[in-house]
């Protein structure tokens, strides 16, 4: 993970929890692939990809057919319920941070 991952984690929870989400787990490991986060959004629960950049580019275009497919496949076999997939993308940059939300994705 490059070293802008788990800071983009990090903040994406803060993120989160700011909006009134409860995070539940982090970095959930099954059937091979991760959930970066897992939360209750009221009630709901997502589990929740995020994707950071620190060097201009658009962190969704790091999401394409495959790495749903995969975050899909995870999430159907977490120990858990899962009622949507959420992406969660931070653009690191000199001047500020900026922060998108996309609910259910899937």
């Given at each position: ?27 959930v490991?099954a059937?091979?692939g991760?959930?970066?986060l ?16 620190s060097?201009?580019s658009?962190?969704?275009?790091a999401?394409?057919e ?7 496949r995870?999430?159907a076999?977490?120990?858990?319920k899962?009622d ?12 500020g941070?900026e922060?998108?939300?996309l609910?259910?994705?899937?």
């Amino acid at each position: 993970m490059p070293p802008s991952g788990p800071l983009g984690e990090s903040t994406a929870a803060r993120f989160l929890v700011d909006r009134g989400c409860r995070v539940v787990a982090r970095n959930v490991r099954a059937d091979g692939g991760e959930i970066d986060l897992i939360i209750d959004d009221e009630g709901r629960t997502a589990a929740v990809e995020v994707k950071t950049t620190s060097d201009g580019s658009d962190p969704i275009e790091a999401v394409d057919e495959r790495k749903m497919s995969l975050i899909a496949r995870t999430a159907a076999s977490a120990d858990r319920k899962i009622d949507r997939i959420d992406i969660v993308t931070v653009a690191m940059s000199l001047t500020g941070v900026e922060i998108r939300w996309l609910r259910g994705v899937d």
